[in-house]
């Protein structure tokens, strides 16, 4: 007689194959081959070559997922810079790191030993979707880890261009691609892993931190939220204005540092309003639908819920829509009030409310009653305002004078604060992020005095002498 085989089961044979593919990476690291400054710059220059060849298929993607403009496109391929930087400097970053010691624990010698963490998980969002899964990639290549990639299923161009990028370039057992939505995540948040690496919102990133906490993961969160962009009333209008047209509407407002709101100084608002408006038609035409250097919301959904927030508002540019399409005008609303359904949560759509202030105290009153913003930007020739907004407020990061541009600094740390994020990357930031300081103390036997044990009489005089000392 024949049993019966079991029926098929398509969710446990792809939890079994993910625990296998988690398991030979588990595996792989632990030969110690990810280790070596060697191979590490051998697969970042591999994965440099792999995006520089398949730019145009990275380009196409974006358009087809977000109907991308090729020059924003371009922005996704902004990753081999951050390759090249990483490249240079790595060297000097896997070095220890030798650390003063005090007199009471002389002889001996300390140092900080960066140590790669194992296995991380790196999960993607669709605006940037991929730049945003490559950039921390390339931390935890950097800091000597294997890495599986959820990217976002909401681009599903770009989600094939990743897979086939890593596929054909990685062995699965040190880099691979997972594909798919909610399920997948959700499957792969019940293993183990070393880190965890999201970036999306706020919501689904409390989600992720509750899946995390069940296996004591610890996670890097680059979350969203309201951005606010503080206009002064000296500053340059028309320089002013384009900055802030091109930060806002680029992506059609889907971008996580995107100014979500202008808080505009009374003496200035309607001059700037009208530069607003001025520089959109110059950007854009008469018809933005018509226009080859505007993006699209990513999908029904995200065209719905941006749409919504129009009505019942003022609207002095822009305003129509095409469902059809996902196309929302850029559009500029006028007297918003702070209760509007608008000023809620982040916009993350081709929306800008402006908001009105007199006394700048007011305006930073506002700010601080809510969740610390990923990004915050003045424009302002006032040294001592600058200083002012820049000590009163707290954000993930601070752009003056200009949008969005702080993040493309490799040298510095980009992450939020507060509901904005937990944790930080990009450069030596990702390379840290993605390891472990290992603190290390060495001593010699040839001296072991006699103070600290047992018995202790007497001691204590010395004791505390060495302690003052030290
Ligand atoms: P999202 O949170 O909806 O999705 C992000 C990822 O999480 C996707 O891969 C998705 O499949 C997965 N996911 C969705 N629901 C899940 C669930 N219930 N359980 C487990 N995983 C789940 O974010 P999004 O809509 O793709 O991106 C938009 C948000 O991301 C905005 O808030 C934006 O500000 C933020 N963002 C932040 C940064 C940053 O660097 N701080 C960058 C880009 C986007």
């Keep these: 007689m024949t049993a019966l085989s079991a029926p098929p089961n398509s969710a446990q044979d792809s939890e079994r194959s993910l625990q296998d593919l988690i398991q030979s990476q588990r595996a792989f690291f632990a030969t110690g081959k990810t280790k070596p400054l060697d191979f590490r710059l051998e697969q970042l220059n591999k994965l440099k070559s792999a995006i520089t060849e398949r730019q145009d298929a990275i380009i196409q993607a974006a358009q087809d997922d977000l109907g991308r403009p090729e020059f924003e496109g371009y922005f996704e391929i902004g990753v081999t810079a951050e390759l090249s930087y990483v490249l240079k400097k790595l060297k000097s970053w896997v070095k220890p790191q030798k650390v003063g010691i005090p007199l009471s624990q002389m002889p001996g010698s300390a140092w900080v030993q960066p140590e790669p963490l194992g ?5 993607g ?3 940037y979707p991929f730049q945003l899964v490559i950039s921390p990639l390339i931390g935890a290549i950097a800091a000597g880890n294997c890495a599986i990639i959820k990217p976002s299923e909401i681009a599903p161009a ?6 086939e ?14 594909e798919g939505g909610v399920e997948t995540a959700q499957a792969l948040l019940a293993e183990k892993f070393d880190h965890i690496f999201f970036t999306g919102g706020t919501r689904v990133g409390q989600i992720v931190m509750e899946a995390a906490a069940k296996q004591l993961t610890p996670v890097t969160l680059e979350l969203g939220g309201k951005s606010p962009c503080i206009i002064d009333s000296d500053i340059n209008v028309e320089v002013a204005a384009k900055r802030v047209v091109w930060g806002k509407y680029l992506n059609a407002g889907q971008t996580c540092v995107a100014p979500d709101y202008l808080l505009v100084h009374q003496d200035i608002k309607s001059d700037f309003v009208k530069a607003l408006q001025q520089v959109i038609q110059d950007a854009y035409g008469d018809n933005p639908a018509q226009s080859s250097d505007f993006s699209r919301l990513v999908s029904d959904r995200q065209f719905d819920r941006v749409a919504s927030l129009i009505e019942g508002e003022e609207v002095i540019t822009g305003g129509q829509t095409d469902r059809g399409d ?8 006028d007297s918003v009030s702070w209760d509007a359904p608008v000023m809620q949560d ?3 759509g081709p929306i800008l409310p402006v908001l009105e202030y007199q006394d700048i105290d007011d305006a930073i009153a506002q700010i601080n009653a809510r969740p610390k913003p990923l990004a915050l930007y003045l424009f302002s020739r006032s040294q001592s305002l600058q200083e002012k907004v ?3 407020t707290s954000s993930g990061g601070v752009c003056i004078n200009d949008v969005f541009l702080h993040v493309a600094i490799w040298g510095m740390p980009f992450g939020g604060v507060g509901d904005s994020g937990i944790g930080a990357y990009h450069g030596k930031t990702s390379f840290d992020t993605f390891s472990h300081m290992k603190s290390i103390l060495k001593k010699p036997f040839w001296l072991d005095l006699d103070w600290r044990y047992p018995p202790y009489a007497k001691k204590l005089d010395f004791f505390k002498k060495i302690v003052s000392l030290s």
């Design 326 to 333: 996902k196309f929302i005008a850029p559009t500029v609303l």
């Design 158 to 163: 770009t989600s094939k261009v990743v897979a």
């Design 165 to 178: 990028l890593i596929e054909s370039t990685f062995d699965p057992s040190y880099v691979a691609v997972r």
């Design 390 to 392: 820049l000590s009163s």
């Design 346 to 348: 982040e916009i993350f």
């Design 125 to 127: 969002p669709w605006n």
């Design 119 to 123: 296995c991380v998980l790196i999960i």
